[in-house]
Protein backbone atom coordinates (compact mmCIF):
# COMPACT_ATOMS: atom_id res chain seq x y z
CA UNK A 1 0.00 0.00 0.00
CA UNK A 2 1.30 3.49 -0.97
CA UNK A 3 1.10 5.76 1.85
CA UNK A 4 1.24 9.71 0.50
CA UNK A 5 3.57 11.87 2.81
CA UNK A 6 3.74 15.76 2.18
CA UNK A 7 6.66 17.59 1.92
CA UNK A 8 7.58 19.70 5.05
CA UNK A 9 9.12 22.18 3.12
CA UNK A 10 6.29 24.24 2.03
CA UNK A 11 5.38 24.25 5.98
CA UNK A 12 9.12 25.89 6.55
CA UNK A 13 8.75 28.53 3.50
CA UNK A 14 5.53 29.80 4.95
CA UNK A 15 6.91 29.63 8.63
CA UNK A 16 10.07 31.68 7.99
CA UNK A 17 7.88 34.06 5.64
CA UNK A 18 5.81 34.64 8.55
CA UNK A 19 8.73 35.26 10.77
CA UNK A 20 10.17 37.95 8.50
CA UNK A 21 7.09 39.89 7.87
CA UNK A 22 7.36 40.03 11.71
CA UNK A 23 10.72 41.15 11.86
CA UNK A 24 9.93 43.69 9.52
CA UNK A 25 7.07 45.38 11.28
CA UNK A 26 8.02 45.46 14.64
CA UNK A 27 11.32 47.41 13.40
CA UNK A 28 8.79 49.69 11.43
CA UNK A 29 7.12 50.38 14.60
CA UNK A 30 10.38 50.72 16.61
CA UNK A 31 12.00 53.19 14.17
CA UNK A 32 8.51 55.20 13.79
CA UNK A 33 8.65 55.99 17.64
CA UNK A 34 12.69 56.79 17.49
CA UNK A 35 13.88 60.45 17.54
CA UNK A 36 14.87 61.58 13.84
CA UNK A 37 18.73 61.82 13.24
CA UNK A 38 18.41 64.29 10.64
CA UNK A 39 19.46 68.32 11.12
CA UNK A 40 16.76 69.82 13.61
CA UNK A 41 16.49 73.58 14.98
CA UNK A 42 14.65 73.67 18.28
CA UNK A 43 11.79 76.07 18.14
CA UNK A 44 13.68 78.80 21.40
CA UNK A 45 16.13 79.28 18.41
CA UNK A 46 13.30 80.36 15.08
CA UNK A 47 12.67 83.77 15.24
CA UNK A 48 9.44 84.31 13.55
CA UNK A 49 7.26 87.34 12.81
CA UNK A 50 4.65 88.50 10.97
CA UNK A 51 5.17 89.88 7.22
CA UNK A 52 3.55 93.30 7.07
CA UNK A 53 2.57 95.65 4.07
CA UNK A 54 2.76 99.30 3.42
CA UNK A 55 5.85 102.59 3.00
CA UNK A 56 8.78 100.43 4.09
CA UNK A 57 11.74 102.92 5.40
CA UNK A 58 15.38 102.36 4.05
CA UNK A 59 18.02 103.53 6.50
CA UNK A 60 21.74 103.10 6.57
CA UNK A 61 23.42 102.81 10.09
CA UNK A 62 27.22 103.76 11.16
CA UNK A 63 28.94 104.43 14.35
CA UNK A 64 31.36 107.33 15.33
CA UNK A 65 31.84 110.59 17.21
CA UNK A 66 30.60 113.53 17.72
CA UNK A 67 33.77 116.21 17.13
CA UNK A 68 33.67 120.21 17.84
CA UNK A 69 33.34 122.08 14.80
CA UNK A 70 35.73 124.94 16.08
CA UNK A 71 38.67 123.17 18.37
CA UNK A 72 41.24 125.40 20.21
CA UNK A 73 44.65 123.45 19.94
CA UNK A 74 46.81 125.15 22.81
CA UNK A 75 50.54 125.13 22.21
CA UNK A 76 53.60 126.92 23.84
CA UNK A 77 54.46 130.69 23.24
CA UNK A 78 58.15 130.03 24.71
CA UNK A 79 60.32 127.69 25.56
CA UNK A 80 59.08 126.31 29.24
CA UNK A 81 58.39 124.14 32.05
CA UNK A 82 55.04 122.44 32.73
CA UNK A 83 55.21 123.70 36.75
CA UNK A 84 50.82 122.66 37.57
CA UNK A 85 48.66 120.84 35.81
CA UNK A 86 45.40 122.46 36.82
CA UNK A 87 42.81 121.22 35.03
CA UNK A 88 42.83 116.96 33.55
CA UNK A 89 40.80 115.94 30.13
CA UNK A 90 37.02 116.28 30.94
CA UNK A 91 36.69 119.44 32.76
CA UNK A 92 34.58 121.60 31.51
CA UNK A 93 36.15 125.05 31.18
CA UNK A 94 34.89 128.78 30.03
CA UNK A 95 37.56 131.17 28.57
CA UNK A 96 39.02 132.29 31.72
CA UNK A 97 39.64 128.64 32.71
CA UNK A 98 43.28 127.89 33.68
CA UNK A 99 44.60 124.47 32.31
CA UNK A 100 48.27 124.79 32.75
CA UNK A 101 50.84 126.84 34.76
CA UNK A 102 54.28 127.01 33.18
CA UNK A 103 57.02 128.84 33.80
CA UNK A 104 60.37 130.47 32.17
CA UNK A 105 63.33 132.60 34.62
CA UNK A 106 64.06 133.86 31.06
CA UNK A 107 60.37 135.56 30.01
CA UNK A 108 60.34 136.55 34.07
CA UNK A 109 63.67 138.60 34.09
CA UNK A 110 62.57 140.08 30.29
CA UNK A 111 59.60 141.47 31.79
CA UNK A 112 61.48 143.56 35.00
CA UNK A 113 64.02 144.97 32.71
CA UNK A 114 61.48 145.94 30.13
CA UNK A 115 59.93 147.43 33.25
CA UNK A 116 62.88 149.36 33.78
CA UNK A 117 63.56 150.46 30.21
CA UNK A 118 60.10 151.62 30.03
CA UNK A 119 60.07 153.71 32.81
CA UNK A 120 63.78 155.18 31.97
CA UNK A 121 62.02 156.39 28.97
CA UNK A 122 59.37 158.17 30.79
CA UNK A 123 61.93 159.55 33.36
CA UNK A 124 63.96 160.46 30.15
CA UNK A 125 60.52 162.42 28.52
CA UNK A 126 60.29 164.51 32.07
CA UNK A 127 63.78 165.78 31.64
CA UNK A 128 64.33 166.65 28.51
CA UNK A 129 60.45 168.39 29.15
CA UNK A 130 62.12 170.64 31.95
CA UNK A 131 65.63 171.17 30.64
CA UNK A 132 63.50 172.85 27.34
CA UNK A 133 61.35 174.94 29.87
CA UNK A 134 64.56 175.69 31.38
CA UNK A 135 66.44 177.03 28.22
CA UNK A 136 62.86 178.79 26.58
CA UNK A 137 62.85 180.63 29.81
CA UNK A 138 66.27 181.74 29.19
CA UNK A 139 65.94 182.52 25.74
CA UNK A 140 62.44 184.86 26.64
CA UNK A 141 64.43 186.51 29.43
CA UNK A 142 67.41 187.14 26.80
CA UNK A 143 64.79 188.82 24.80
CA UNK A 144 62.92 190.72 26.80
CA UNK A 145 66.44 192.38 27.56
CA UNK A 146 67.20 193.36 23.93
CA UNK A 147 63.53 194.27 23.68
CA UNK A 148 64.36 196.95 26.89
CA UNK A 149 67.74 197.62 25.28
CA UNK A 150 65.84 198.76 22.38
CA UNK A 151 63.05 200.82 24.05
CA UNK A 152 65.74 202.57 25.72
CA UNK A 153 68.03 203.40 22.85
CA UNK A 154 64.76 204.65 20.84
CA UNK A 155 64.03 207.14 23.67
CA UNK A 156 67.34 208.50 23.53
CA UNK A 157 67.46 208.74 19.62
CA UNK A 158 64.05 210.26 19.56
CA UNK A 159 65.53 213.35 21.93
CA UNK A 160 68.87 213.37 20.07
CA UNK A 161 67.62 214.01 16.90
CA UNK A 162 65.72 216.88 18.52
CA UNK A 163 68.58 218.35 20.04
CA UNK A 164 71.33 217.57 17.45
CA UNK A 165 69.64 220.83 15.11
CA UNK A 166 70.06 223.32 18.18
CA UNK A 167 74.45 221.36 18.61
CA UNK A 168 73.30 220.67 21.91
CA UNK A 169 74.24 216.81 20.94
CA UNK A 170 77.09 216.00 18.58
CA UNK A 171 76.08 215.20 15.48
CA UNK A 172 78.65 212.01 15.81
CA UNK A 173 76.82 210.82 19.29
CA UNK A 174 73.43 210.83 17.46
CA UNK A 175 74.41 208.89 14.48
CA UNK A 176 75.99 206.37 17.27
CA UNK A 177 72.41 206.16 18.67
CA UNK A 178 71.12 205.52 15.49
CA UNK A 179 73.32 202.98 15.10
CA UNK A 180 72.32 201.29 18.57
CA UNK A 181 69.04 201.70 17.49
CA UNK A 182 69.85 199.30 14.22
CA UNK A 183 71.71 196.51 16.13
CA UNK A 184 69.42 196.15 18.97
CA UNK A 185 66.38 195.73 16.27
CA UNK A 186 68.71 193.06 14.13
CA UNK A 187 69.57 191.50 17.75
CA UNK A 188 65.49 191.29 18.74
CA UNK A 189 64.58 189.78 15.13
CA UNK A 190 67.30 187.35 15.61
CA UNK A 191 66.22 186.21 19.36
CA UNK A 192 62.72 186.10 18.03
CA UNK A 193 63.60 183.54 15.32
CA UNK A 194 65.57 181.90 17.71
CA UNK A 195 62.85 181.47 19.89
CA UNK A 196 60.16 180.29 17.26
CA UNK A 197 62.87 177.53 16.26
CA UNK A 198 63.73 176.56 19.21
CA UNK A 199 60.14 176.19 20.21
CA UNK A 200 60.05 173.68 17.32
CA UNK A 201 63.06 171.58 18.38
CA UNK A 202 61.82 171.24 21.40
CA UNK A 203 58.77 170.10 20.07
CA UNK A 204 60.46 167.24 18.10
CA UNK A 205 62.92 166.19 20.84
CA UNK A 206 59.53 165.71 22.78
CA UNK A 207 58.23 163.63 20.01
CA UNK A 208 61.12 161.55 20.06
CA UNK A 209 61.19 160.98 23.93
CA UNK A 210 56.90 160.18 23.58
CA UNK A 211 58.05 157.56 20.22
CA UNK A 212 60.71 155.99 22.52
CA UNK A 213 58.01 155.51 25.51
CA UNK A 214 55.41 153.90 22.91
CA UNK A 215 58.73 151.60 21.82
CA UNK A 216 59.63 150.52 25.22
CA UNK A 217 55.49 150.12 26.00
CA UNK A 218 55.28 147.75 22.92
CA UNK A 219 58.46 145.55 24.73
CA UNK A 220 56.95 145.41 28.11
CA UNK A 221 53.39 144.30 26.08
CA UNK A 222 55.21 141.79 24.33
CA UNK A 223 57.27 140.09 27.08
CA UNK A 224 54.46 140.42 29.19
CA UNK A 225 52.02 138.24 27.01
CA UNK A 226 55.22 135.90 26.98
CA UNK A 227 54.89 135.96 30.52
CA UNK A 228 50.64 135.70 30.70
CA UNK A 229 50.78 132.98 27.95
CA UNK A 230 52.91 130.82 30.58
CA UNK A 231 49.54 130.95 32.51
CA UNK A 232 47.35 128.52 29.84
CA UNK A 233 43.90 129.20 29.64
CA UNK A 234 40.87 127.80 28.29
CA UNK A 235 39.53 130.32 25.89
CA UNK A 236 36.57 129.03 25.00
CA UNK A 237 33.61 127.71 26.43
CA UNK A 238 33.56 123.57 26.10
CA UNK A 239 36.12 120.81 27.42
CA UNK A 240 39.46 119.90 27.48
CA UNK A 241 39.74 117.10 25.08
CA UNK A 242 42.99 116.31 25.60
CA UNK A 243 46.85 117.00 27.71
CA UNK A 244 49.65 116.48 25.51
CA UNK A 245 52.54 117.48 28.32
CA UNK A 246 53.71 115.91 31.65
CA UNK A 247 54.44 118.03 35.05
CA UNK A 248 58.07 118.91 34.62
CA UNK A 249 58.14 118.29 30.84
CA UNK A 250 60.22 121.09 29.57
CA UNK A 251 58.14 122.35 26.23
CA UNK A 252 59.56 123.89 23.30
CA UNK A 253 58.18 127.00 21.35
CA UNK A 254 54.95 126.04 19.44
CA UNK A 255 54.55 122.17 21.26
CA UNK A 256 51.22 121.38 21.42
CA UNK A 257 50.21 121.39 25.42
CA UNK A 258 46.43 120.87 25.23
CA UNK A 259 43.03 120.76 23.15
CA UNK A 260 39.64 122.17 24.24
CA UNK A 261 36.97 121.40 22.63
CA UNK A 262 33.33 123.09 21.97
CA UNK A 263 30.34 121.44 24.11
CA UNK A 264 27.73 123.55 21.79
CA UNK A 265 28.98 124.11 18.24
CA UNK A 266 29.47 120.35 17.43
CA UNK A 267 28.98 117.96 14.34
CA UNK A 268 28.85 113.86 13.96
CA UNK A 269 31.77 112.16 12.06
CA UNK A 270 29.94 108.72 11.12
CA UNK A 271 31.82 105.74 9.95
CA UNK A 272 29.52 104.02 7.30
CA UNK A 273 30.60 100.90 5.15
CA UNK A 274 31.82 100.81 2.05
CA UNK A 275 28.89 99.08 0.35
CA UNK A 276 26.39 101.65 1.25
CA UNK A 277 27.99 104.37 -0.31
CA UNK A 278 26.27 104.56 -2.97
CA UNK A 279 22.90 105.22 -0.88
CA UNK A 280 23.92 107.86 0.66
CA UNK A 281 23.39 111.59 -0.53
CA UNK A 282 24.13 115.13 0.54
CA UNK A 283 21.37 116.90 2.52
CA UNK A 284 19.84 112.68 3.90
CA UNK A 285 18.00 113.49 7.36
CA UNK A 286 19.93 111.60 10.15
CA UNK A 287 19.11 110.52 13.36
CA UNK A 288 21.83 110.62 16.07
CA UNK A 289 21.96 108.25 19.22
CA UNK A 290 23.37 109.76 22.48
CA UNK A 291 22.32 106.95 24.70
CA UNK A 292 20.29 109.65 26.37
CA UNK A 293 18.46 110.92 23.43
CA UNK A 294 18.30 111.78 19.65
CA UNK A 295 19.55 114.58 17.78
CA UNK A 296 18.41 115.62 14.47
CA UNK A 297 20.57 116.22 11.50
CA UNK A 298 21.55 116.32 7.74
CA UNK A 299 24.81 115.26 6.14
CA UNK A 300 26.53 117.70 4.51
CA UNK A 301 29.85 116.21 3.50
CA UNK A 302 30.93 112.36 2.18
CA UNK A 303 34.41 111.59 2.24
CA UNK A 304 35.37 109.64 -0.98
CA UNK A 305 38.78 108.05 0.72
CA UNK A 306 37.67 104.39 1.98
CA UNK A 307 39.76 103.39 5.34
CA UNK A 308 39.22 99.88 6.60
CA UNK A 309 36.21 99.40 4.21
CA UNK A 310 34.31 102.48 5.62
CA UNK A 311 34.01 106.08 4.48
CA UNK A 312 33.16 109.16 6.53
CA UNK A 313 30.19 110.72 6.39
CA UNK A 314 29.83 114.40 8.37
CA UNK A 315 26.69 114.98 9.67
CA UNK A 316 25.66 118.65 10.67
CA UNK A 317 23.72 118.70 13.72
CA UNK A 318 20.47 120.48 13.19
CA UNK A 319 18.30 119.45 16.68
CA UNK A 320 18.69 120.30 19.97
CA UNK A 321 21.47 118.93 22.03
CA UNK A 322 21.20 115.98 24.24
CA UNK A 323 23.08 116.72 27.76
CA UNK A 324 25.29 114.18 27.64
CA UNK A 325 26.60 115.84 23.98
CA UNK A 326 30.25 116.42 24.58
CA UNK A 327 33.32 116.00 21.41
CA UNK A 328 34.03 112.34 21.28
CA UNK A 329 31.31 111.11 22.40
CA UNK A 330 30.56 107.52 20.78
CA UNK A 331 27.94 107.92 18.93
CA UNK A 332 25.02 105.79 16.55
CA UNK A 333 23.53 107.54 13.50
CA UNK A 334 20.84 106.27 11.38
CA UNK A 335 20.90 108.55 7.57
CA UNK A 336 17.11 108.05 6.12
CA UNK A 337 18.10 106.76 2.37
CA UNK A 338 14.91 106.66 0.80
CA UNK A 339 11.36 104.81 1.50
CA UNK A 340 10.20 101.86 -0.39
CA UNK A 341 6.14 101.97 -1.36
CA UNK A 342 3.54 99.50 -0.66
CA UNK A 343 6.75 96.44 0.25
CA UNK A 344 6.22 93.41 1.82
CA UNK A 345 8.48 93.09 5.06
CA UNK A 346 9.03 91.50 8.25
CA UNK A 347 10.17 92.96 11.10
CA UNK A 348 13.82 91.14 11.20
CA UNK A 349 14.72 88.34 8.68
CA UNK A 350 16.00 85.33 10.37
CA UNK A 351 19.29 84.55 9.95
CA UNK A 352 20.58 87.79 8.35
CA UNK A 353 22.87 90.12 9.41
CA UNK A 354 24.10 92.85 7.54
CA UNK A 355 27.46 92.91 5.55
CA UNK A 356 27.82 89.07 6.45
CA UNK A 357 28.77 86.28 4.02
CA UNK A 358 25.71 84.27 2.71
CA UNK A 359 25.99 81.27 0.25
CA UNK A 360 23.94 81.30 -3.03
CA UNK A 361 21.90 78.78 -4.53
CA UNK A 362 23.09 77.35 -7.86
CA UNK A 363 20.28 79.19 -9.34
CA UNK A 364 20.75 82.70 -7.91
CA UNK A 365 24.56 82.12 -8.79
CA UNK A 366 23.37 81.62 -12.21
CA UNK A 367 20.60 84.30 -12.08
CA UNK A 368 24.32 86.33 -10.59
CA UNK A 369 26.43 85.50 -13.57
CA UNK A 370 23.87 85.97 -16.27
CA UNK A 371 22.93 90.06 -14.89
CA UNK A 372 26.10 91.25 -13.60
CA UNK A 373 28.74 89.57 -15.19
CA UNK A 374 29.63 89.52 -19.33
CA UNK A 375 31.80 86.65 -20.79
CA UNK A 376 33.58 86.92 -23.91
CA UNK A 377 36.05 83.53 -24.82
CA UNK A 378 38.25 83.34 -27.07
CA UNK A 379 36.36 80.29 -28.82
CA UNK A 380 32.93 82.40 -28.98
CA UNK A 381 30.70 79.93 -27.93
CA UNK A 382 27.79 80.88 -30.22
CA UNK A 383 25.02 78.35 -30.70
CA UNK A 384 25.17 77.25 -34.23
CA UNK A 385 21.35 76.43 -34.71
CA UNK A 386 20.58 79.86 -33.54
CA UNK A 387 20.66 83.20 -35.50
CA UNK A 388 22.66 86.26 -34.64
CA UNK A 389 19.76 87.47 -32.78
CA UNK A 390 18.66 84.67 -30.91
CA UNK A 391 21.89 84.34 -29.79
CA UNK A 392 22.66 87.79 -28.89
CA UNK A 393 19.01 87.54 -27.08
CA UNK A 394 19.57 84.10 -25.08
CA UNK A 395 21.04 85.57 -21.69
CA UNK A 396 17.51 87.82 -21.96
CA UNK A 397 15.41 84.40 -22.23
CA UNK A 398 16.91 83.04 -18.49
CA UNK A 399 16.72 86.90 -16.97
CA UNK A 400 14.70 86.12 -13.48
CA UNK A 401 12.62 89.38 -14.53
CA UNK A 402 10.88 88.44 -17.96
CA UNK A 403 11.06 90.98 -20.67
CA UNK A 404 8.11 91.75 -23.53
CA UNK A 405 9.53 91.00 -27.07
CA UNK A 406 9.94 94.54 -27.88
CA UNK A 407 11.83 95.49 -24.66
CA UNK A 408 14.07 91.94 -25.88
CA UNK A 409 14.78 93.31 -29.48
CA UNK A 410 15.55 97.14 -28.42
CA UNK A 411 18.13 95.57 -26.28
CA UNK A 412 19.31 93.02 -28.83
CA UNK A 413 19.52 96.03 -31.69
CA UNK A 414 21.15 98.31 -29.25
CA UNK A 415 24.05 95.63 -28.83
CA UNK A 416 24.46 94.78 -32.39
CA UNK A 417 24.87 98.28 -33.39
CA UNK A 418 27.30 98.95 -30.41
CA UNK A 419 29.25 96.35 -32.48
CA UNK A 420 28.32 96.93 -35.77
CA UNK A 421 26.06 93.87 -36.74
CA UNK A 422 23.07 94.90 -37.20
CA UNK A 423 23.66 93.73 -41.35
CA UNK A 424 23.68 90.15 -39.78
CA UNK A 425 20.81 89.79 -37.42
CA UNK A 426 19.33 86.20 -39.25
CA UNK A 427 22.74 85.08 -40.27
CA UNK A 428 24.03 81.70 -38.52
CA UNK A 429 27.77 81.61 -36.75
CA UNK A 430 28.85 79.25 -39.06
CA UNK A 431 27.87 82.26 -42.18
CA UNK A 432 30.47 84.49 -40.37
CA UNK A 433 34.41 85.20 -40.04
CA UNK A 434 36.64 84.71 -36.98
CA UNK A 435 36.13 88.71 -36.12
CA UNK A 436 32.32 88.91 -36.72
CA UNK A 437 31.33 85.74 -34.79
CA UNK A 438 33.71 87.48 -31.59
CA UNK A 439 31.65 90.74 -32.10
CA UNK A 440 28.37 88.97 -31.86
CA UNK A 441 29.65 87.26 -28.04
CA UNK A 442 30.37 91.07 -27.45
CA UNK A 443 27.06 91.76 -27.96
CA UNK A 444 25.37 89.16 -26.38
CA UNK A 445 27.83 89.61 -23.25
CA UNK A 446 26.67 93.48 -23.44
CA UNK A 447 23.23 92.61 -23.65
CA UNK A 448 22.18 92.60 -19.90
CA UNK A 449 24.31 95.52 -19.08
CA UNK A 450 26.77 94.01 -17.04
CA UNK A 451 28.52 95.47 -14.30
CA UNK A 452 31.69 94.17 -15.40
CA UNK A 453 33.29 92.01 -18.85
CA UNK A 454 35.29 88.76 -18.30
CA UNK A 455 37.01 88.67 -21.59
CA UNK A 456 39.40 85.60 -21.91
CA UNK A 457 41.63 85.81 -25.28
CA UNK A 458 39.54 87.79 -27.11
CA UNK A 459 41.39 87.45 -29.95
CA UNK A 460 43.73 84.52 -30.02
CA UNK A 461 41.93 82.90 -32.54
CA UNK A 462 41.81 86.11 -34.23
CA UNK A 463 44.35 87.79 -37.79
CA UNK A 464 46.02 90.58 -36.49
CA UNK A 465 43.31 93.04 -38.31
CA UNK A 466 40.34 91.42 -36.98
CA UNK A 467 42.11 91.35 -33.31
CA UNK A 468 42.83 94.43 -33.77
CA UNK A 469 39.54 95.56 -34.63
CA UNK A 470 38.04 93.47 -31.46
CA UNK A 471 40.55 95.48 -29.34
CA UNK A 472 39.46 99.06 -30.44
CA UNK A 473 35.87 98.13 -29.87
CA UNK A 474 36.57 96.58 -26.57
CA UNK A 475 38.53 100.20 -25.40
CA UNK A 476 36.02 102.50 -27.01
CA UNK A 477 33.15 100.31 -24.48
CA UNK A 478 35.69 100.90 -21.80
CA UNK A 479 35.72 104.84 -22.49
CA UNK A 480 31.83 104.61 -22.49
CA UNK A 481 32.26 103.33 -18.93
CA UNK A 482 32.36 99.18 -19.39
CA UNK A 483 34.74 97.89 -16.53
CA UNK A 484 36.98 95.23 -18.02
CA UNK A 485 38.99 92.60 -17.20
CA UNK A 486 40.77 90.78 -19.72
CA UNK A 487 43.38 87.93 -20.09
CA UNK A 488 45.86 88.02 -22.91
CA UNK A 489 49.26 87.27 -24.37
CA UNK A 490 49.61 89.68 -26.68
CA UNK A 491 51.99 92.62 -25.31
CA UNK A 492 50.34 95.12 -27.36
CA UNK A 493 46.80 94.18 -26.12
CA UNK A 494 48.22 94.41 -22.70
CA UNK A 495 49.69 97.98 -23.45
CA UNK A 496 45.99 98.78 -23.84
CA UNK A 497 44.97 98.54 -20.10
CA UNK A 498 44.68 101.07 -17.78
CA UNK A 499 46.28 98.51 -14.67
CA UNK A 500 48.18 95.50 -15.85
CA UNK A 501 48.42 92.31 -13.72
CA UNK A 502 51.37 89.87 -14.47
CA UNK A 503 51.42 86.81 -14.01
CA UNK A 504 54.52 84.68 -14.39
CA UNK A 505 55.87 81.70 -12.77
CA UNK A 506 53.23 81.88 -9.93
CA UNK A 507 54.04 85.73 -8.89
CA UNK A 508 52.05 88.41 -9.91
CA UNK A 509 52.98 91.78 -9.88
CA UNK A 510 50.38 95.02 -10.75
CA UNK A 511 51.70 97.85 -12.73
CA UNK A 512 49.06 100.87 -13.06
CA UNK A 513 48.76 103.58 -16.19
CA UNK A 514 46.76 106.53 -15.96
CA UNK A 515 44.95 106.82 -19.31
CA UNK A 516 43.84 104.66 -21.97
CA UNK A 517 46.62 103.78 -24.82
CA UNK A 518 44.51 103.83 -28.51
Known amino acids: ?27 SIWLFFQPSYAQQVNKKDIWSASVKQGDLALSVSGFGRLKSKKPRLLTAKSQATVDEIVLKPGAEVTPESIILRLSDPN ?8 KRAYIDSQNHRIQTDINQKRESLAQQAELALIQAELESAELEANAQNQLVSKGIVSNIDYQRTKLQVRQLTRRLEIETARITQLEALHAANLKIADSNILAQQEALDLVQQQ ?12 VVQSLRVELG ?63 QVEVALNGELTDNARPELN ?17 KPVNVKAFSNSTLSVNQRASMRNEYIGFVFQSFNLI ?18 ALSQEEVKQKVDLCLAKVEMTHRTSHKPNQLSGGQQQRVAIARALVNDPAILLVDEPTGNLDSKNGDAVMAMLAELNRQGTTICMVTHDPRYADMAKRKLHLLDGVMTDEFKMELAV
Open 227 to 238: LDSLTVKAGIYG
Open 331 to 347: IEGTIAVGQLQDALFIK
Open 249 to 311: QAVNLGEQLALVGSTTDLYALLNVPQSKMQSIQLAQAVRINTRRGEIKGEVIRIDPVINNGNI
Open 107 to 114: ITQSVRDA
Open 384 to 401: DELSVFDNVALPLRYRET
Open 1 to 27: MDVLVKPKRQFKRLHSVVILLGVLIFS
